[in-house]
């Protein structure tokens, strides 16, 4: 029984890419980068992390995770550029590591995108609520919000909607996907920056003292939670077998992301918290909710818009990854394959964005997700790590691969990634671990049943 049989370089290299449309550069992955990270982090999660954590350094909690991201993203970009395939870090792994562990961690990655997509729309929801409200239209209450009998909801309509419109728009092409996501980019972008040069003169010097108020463990704890907010980036290597010339452009538009939003979370997270005092903080839009501290209304109300933007294009970056996930682990076998038949038309597979689409739009609308987007942080934090020690177990045993980019300094710069995604986990409560763990362990029971048995690489080692 080979657990830990690994699929050969010349099948990941030389897969079946003739089903899927070569149709995007570097400008095109660099958009859908920012579209995945510039969403719920900034314009939800930065408050709560600055009032209950870390203060007015916030600042070194988005350093910190930037840092453990940057690290991580070199090594993705190694990854990506060697073996240009769907999948992400589940087929880097099937590479270095064998088929359990890439089984593991494409479970696990199922895991980040499905939550990481349900949490953002709740957030989403609750964003278009409010912009309705601004217009005099309320929906009924039990249309507002997943099953709570203390507030009479019973399903949450809006994040139904934009769910199930997103996985249309993605079963309609992937040059129709990014050409929407670039749109909403700019949007966002453009709402980002408009506050930091508005808000940049109301900032008062003495909000940012005491600077360090819950001490260098409430950064940390901090740069745990703000993790999330860099989520995302990840999600470019999905669409390899979509890239013109993903040698050259996967790097380009996983590196140059990342380091837009990382500039982009350092300054907002300073006027963010000398506008206001950190312990006033703890609210659900604590970017709009800083204008409204210095009666700037109207860009507050745009600000709105452009959080709405924001989330909607992590949502369609997370569903993508997600469904590029499943085609892949599907063309191995390890899940139906039916999941990896593609359109002959939109060159995009359809059954899987459905399946995907339903299935998130049943959590979001019907289950309380406050608790879960932890899960996403610990999942994603794994999948940096393995994909950290990948980059040092492949350069070991194939050190002649053609590479178009190449990680630094190696093992040192892989190992620190490891090490500090090792760090953030380890600061992530027990709850968080006790969920992760149960998740892993029914991905485990799957593989056994199904995965195992109708593996390709078991089927070939038969004949």
């Keep these: 029984m080979d657990l830990f049989r690994k699929k050969p370089l010349a099948a990941p290299q030389g897969a079946n890419?003739?089903?899927?449309?070569k149709t995007l550069g570097a400008l095109d992955l660099t958009a859908l980068g920012v579209g995945a990270i510039i969403g719920t982090g900034i314009f939800v999660m930065t408050g709560v992390a600055a009032a209950e954590h870390a203060g007015p350094a916030l600042v070194l909690s988005f350093i910190i995770a930037g840092f453990a991201c940057v690290l991580s993203a070199?090594?993705?970009?190694?990854?990506?550029?060697?073996?240009?395939v769907s999948g992400s870090a589940y087929a880097y792994s099937y590479v270095a590591f064998g088929e359990l562990l890439a089984w593991i961690l494409g479970w696990d990655l199922v895991l980040e995108y499905g939550v990481a997509a349900a949490a953002v729309s709740s957030g989403w929801s609750g964003y278009f609520q409010g912009l309705l409200e601004g217009f005099g239209l309320h929906l009924p209450t039990v249309l507002t919000g997943a099953y709570d009998a203390d507030k009479g909801t019973i399903v949450n309509l809006p994040a139904i909607v934009?769910?199930?419109?997103?996985?249309?728009?993605?079963?309609?092409?992937?040059?129709?996907?990014?050409?929407?996501?670039?749109?909403?980019?700019v949007i966002k972008l453009s709402v980002v920056l408009l506050f930091i040069f508005t808000g940049i003169f109301y900032v008062k010097p003495e909000n940012w003292t005491p600077f360090m108020p819950f001490g260098f463990h409430g950064v940390v704890n901090g740069a745990a939670t703000v993790f999330f907010a860099y989520i995302g980036f990840d999600a470019i290597s999905t669409a390899a077998e979509e890239v013109k010339r993903p040698q050259r452009d996967l790097p380009i538009g996983i590196i140059s992301s990342l380091a837009i939003c990382t500039v982009l979370y350092i300054a907002v997270s300073l006027i963010l918290t000398g506008i206001v005092p950190y312990q006033n903080l703890n609210v659900s839009?604590?970017?709009?909710?800083?204008?409204?501290?210095?009666?700037?209304?109207?860009i507050a109300g745009l600000i709105s818009v452009g959080a709405i933007a924001g989330m909607t294009t992590v949502l369609l970056v997370m569903l993508f990854g997600q469904t590029r996930l499943l085609f892949a682990i599907s063309r191995d076998g390890l899940l139906p394959r039916s999941l990896s038949k593609v359109n002959s038309k939109t060159h995009t597979p359809v059954r899987s964005t459905w399946m995907v689409g339903g299935i998130v739009a049943v959590l979001t609308g019907f289950v309380p997700l406050d608790r879960l987007a932890n899960l996403t942080s610990i999942g994603t934090l794994f999948a940096f790590l393995i994909?950290?020690?990948?980059?040092?177990?492949?350069?070991?045993?194939?050190?002649e691969l053609k590479r178009g980019f190449k990680v630094p300094w190696v093992p040192l710069i892989p190992?620190?990634?490891?090490?500090?995604?090792?760090?953030?986990?380890?600061n992530l409560g027990s709850e968080t671990w006790i969920g992760?763990?149960?998740?892993?362990?029914?991905?485990?029971?799957?593989?056994?049943?199904?995965?195992?048995?109708?593996?390709?690489?078991?089927?070939?080692?038969?004949k």
């Design 415 to 426: 190992l620190l990634s490891a090490a500090a995604c090792g760090y953030l986990m380890y």
């Design 74 to 84: 070199l090594c993705y970009s190694e990854f990506a550029s060697t073996i240009p």
């Design 436 to 462: 992760f763990m149960i998740w892993l362990a029914v991905g485990l029971v799957i593989y056994a049943l199904y995965g195992y048995r109708n593996s390709k690489l078991n089927n070939n080692s038969k």
């Design 162 to 185: 934009i769910i199930l419109l997103i996985s249309f728009l993605l079963t309609r092409g992937v040059k129709e996907t990014a050409r929407f996501n670039a749109i909403m980019v």
């Design 17 to 21: 890419t003739d089903n899927l449309s």
């Design 285 to 298: 839009d604590p970017v709009s909710f800083a204008l409204r501290f210095v009666d700037q209304n109207m």
């Design 387 to 399: 994909v950290s020690l990948g980059v040092i177990s492949l350069r070991a045993s194939n050190p």
